[in-house]
């Protein structure tokens, strides 16, 4: 046992689908040993400042992901009470789940739902609009948001 860990055991055979793929055990192999591609990269945003203010300050990190699975992935995360954390991820590849439990998103109060979110790039700060129901991406806020 090491700080950082040299290897993590995953054994989630019993997940139907996704176990025996995901179940193995994974250790850190040197760049320098290892001249294969790696299956899947995550790479850390080019601003680290803005990254880790916007991290810091709003709880939000941004990571593009490479190699067998191409992806986009934002995570918020809170706590709005001590011992709880909420964490909010957010992909094109998650799909939608046929049940509500505690991580759900709380009820929307007045209004109608709106399929599109905003996005900040923490590689440029810029801030986008993504619908999740038509897969669309704008710079220009929309009417309905």
Known sequence: NSIPPTSV????RDLPVI???LSGTYTRVSDANDKSPASVSIISPKDKVGAIRAAATGGHL???VDGLVATHLDIDVAADEAG???ARVSSPLIPKL???NGASSAPKVGGKASDW???TNLGDGKVY???SKTDETTYQKPSNI
């Open 9 to 12: 055991k995953v054994d989630v």
């Open 19 to 21: 176990g025996d793929v």
């Open 62 to 64: 941004e990571f593009d």
């Open 84 to 86: 709880v954390l909420t």
């Open 98 to 100: 046929p049940f509500k």
């Open 117 to 119: 979110s905003s996005v």
């Open 129 to 131: 609009f993504y619908n």
